[in-house]
């Protein structure tokens, strides 16, 4: 039971990537998902999630106006397209799951591995 983040790679500053979370051994429609992300040296934190009951979404400051989160139910993925990117968005990103996006990150589960986002000219 595991979600994998994919979709990460190498873009100039003010590229777009898309990130794809695809879930396994679970249907990612009964949970809230976030998309995390861990700079080098610094703590992981939340930069987006979306919730279940009514798919309303949060984002972190440092990401409102230039990513969006959604869901695919049929295709079992959440994905984080993320627009405009600066060389403060590298970083290691992760998705993982809970109940509500409110919860604190120790109460997501079911990390992967993570996707390498590098935005560099």
């Known amino acids: 039971v595991q979600l994998q983040a994919s979709g990460g790679g190498l873009v100039q500053p003010g590229g777009s990537l898309r990130l794809s979370c695809a879930a396994s051994?679970?249907?990612?429609?009964?949970?809230?998902v976030g998309w995390f992300r861990q700079a080098p040296g610094k703590e992981r934190k939340k930069v987006s999630c979306?919730?279940?009951?009514?798919?309303?979404?949060i984002y972190a400051d440092s990401a409102k106006g230039r990513f969006s989160i959604s869901r695919d139910n049929v295709k079992n993925t959440v994905y984080l397209q993320m627009n405009s990117l600066k060389p403060e968005d590298t970083a290691i990103y992760y998705c993982?799951?809970?109940?509500?996006?409110?919860?604190?990150?120790?109460?997501?589960?079911?990390w992967g591995q993570g996707t390498q986002v590098t935005v560099s000219s």
């Open positions: 051994g679970f249907t990612l429609d009964y949970y809230a």
């Open positions: 993982a799951r809970s109940d509500l996006c409110s919860w604190p990150q120790s109460d997501f589960g079911s």
């Open positions: 979306i919730n279940v009951s009514d798919d309303s979404t």
